[in-house]
């Protein structure tokens, strides 16, 4: 029987020395057993590291990822399992693909059982400031691992916390980082746990003040932190307690709940009935003295619009441009931000594309009324930017009264509807662009109703050849325009 020795319980480095070394001597895995220093030693013959030629020996590109993690466990048999998994490699190529092994099962099963440990280190690590003597302070932390994940995680913590000095405590192995390389030393006893500091007093504060009770789902918590490391975390002394506790809080909030809506919620749907009943009365007495019999007094009445919210950010009223008797109504969902700027619609990017497509189908912008279903930009300010917004239902149908006289002003013969929101402004409830595009729809005004999509979902689109196929579909659709009135061409 051969011996090789491991600096530490964790020696990768040692043991595939020391495994390169015996099997470019021939040696069965029966023939080899491997111990770490410090740990008793076992009768037989050292190892030498120098004898034979390990050039011809290959393993898969997985297997040293595999064995380091390997290593780490704390099965007594960790580096003989993966000196068996090394020798049956040089005549077993792909046996790591073969689940079903015993040995290859084992050595996963364990590589898992690394990884989880590794990860919980990371997570539930407290470190404790001590104060030394020439008030520098040093961090230190106490964990009890279940495994020998000290020199696998410490990189993590040298990058996290590269500008502290720090000391991680296990009575598996120990770590400090002084700021400049790490260092390994024994076991810790659990009396050199560092006692709890100010920060950790606040910490426990605010853990508790966040608890939700209502929130509460157990099993999911103990899946994320088992109870097995609740040792090794300062708040664990609240969690039972919290939990206990958790029904007659949840009990306390319920009955101690506001009885009144919040002040936001009050004013928000404050806003949105005042939109409504200037909505209702714009629409049965003319709101604004008289109901408008020219596109140029609807345009004038609707720059002082404060029927909804949007009026208020958004830079100016963009109301519909075009002949007062076009034969066509194109209906967008609302400006964008260019429009806003300049107060007419589609000039921006969705325009060029609406543009183009009008021109491939030989339609004269000239000849036809462009228009929105919202008639200001409703949008999201980031940073420099304004990002556009959806209007909602409520806004759409607030804003249906200025498109109602648009269209009983222009009286088209044909409306052609952007986007669903413009088919909802339209009709007057929702449908879908999958069901209703590129149908002619009869209109109870004796118009009709061709809905396609907006131009904009077309720039939206990040495949290039989806992109390409529906911008033909929407120069078809153009196309079908000129088709059903021919008034309108170029």
Not at 118 to 129: G, I, L, T
Not at 211 to 234: C, D, G, I, S, T
């Amino acid at each position: 029987m051969f011996v090789a020795t491991l600096a530490h319980a964790a020696d990768f480095d040692g043991w595939r020395v020391a495994a390169r070394a015996a099997l470019a001597q021939g040696l069965t895995p029966e023939a080899l057993t491997f111990v770490v220093e410090g740990e008793g030693t076992l009768f037989g013959e050292n190892l030498s590291l120098s004898a034979g030629d390990a050039s011809t020996i290959r393993v898969p590109k997985a297997f040293p990822d595999l064995a380091r993690l390997v290593v780490c466990h704390r099965d007594p048999q960790r580096f003989n399992l993966c000196y068996r998994l090394l020798w049956r490699l040089q005549h077993e190529r792909r046996l790591l693909e073969i689940a079903s092994d015993v040995e290859v099962r084992r050595a996963y099963e364990m590589e898992k059982a690394v990884r989880r440990d590794s990860h919980k280190m990371k997570a539930f690590v407290r470190f404790r400031e001590v104060v030394e003597g020439e008030g520098q302070s040093h961090f230190i932390a106490w964990f009890e691992p279940f495994h020998h994940v000290v020199e696998l995680t410490a990189p993590f913590f040298m990058r996290r916390f590269t500008g502290m000095r720090w000391t991680i405590l296990t009575p598996l192995r120990s770590v400090h980082w002084d700021g400049v390389e790490l260092r390994y030393g024994p076991p810790a006893p659990e009396s050199d746990k560092p006692a709890d500091d100010a920060m950790e007093t606040l910490w426990l504060t605010y853990y508790a003040s966040i608890f939700n009770p209502a929130r509460l789902k157990v099993k999911a918590m103990q899946a994320e932190m088992p109870q097995k490391y609740w040792h090794n975390l300062p708040e664990a002394q609240l969690i039972r307690p919290l939990i206990e506790g958790a029904e007659a809080a949840s009990r306390r909030m319920i009955e101690t709940a506001p009885t009144a809506p919040g002040l936001r919620h009050e004013r928000s749907r404050e806003r949105m009935d005042m939109a409504v009943a200037a909505a209702r009365q714009d629409e049965a007495f003319g709101g604004f003295n008289k109901r408008p019999d020219t596109l140029d007094e609807a345009r004038d009445q609707a720059s002082r619009c404060r029927a909804c919210p949007l009026w208020e950010p958004a830079t100016q009223t963009v109301f519909g441009q075009g002949p007062a008797n076009a034969p066509v109504i194109f209906v967008g969902e609302q400006p964008g931000d260019q429009e806003d700027l300049a107060g007419q619609p589609f000039i921006g990017p969705a325009g060029k594309v609406f543009d183009t497509a009008l021109g491939q189908a030989g339609v004269d912008r000239r000849q036809v009324y462009v228009t929105n279903a919202v008639k200001h930009f409703k949008f999201v300010p980031r940073g420099k930017r304004r990002i556009h917004q959806k209007p909602n239902m409520g806004e759409v149908k607030v804003c249906r009264w200025w498109l109602d006289i648009e269209r009983e002003l222009v009286k088209p013969k044909l409306i052609v509807a952007l986007g669903a929101t413009a088919a909802a402004a339209v009709l007057g409830k929702s449908v879908t662009i999958r069901d209703t595009r590129s149908r002619l729809i009869d209109l109870d005004d004796g118009g009709r109703l061709l809905i396609t999509v907006h131009p904009a979902y077309i720039l939206r689109l990040p495949d290039p050849a989806a992109q390409k196929a529906e911008e033909q579909a929407f120069h078809a659709d153009m196309a079908l325009v000129k088709e059903t009135v021919p008034e309108v061409a170029a």
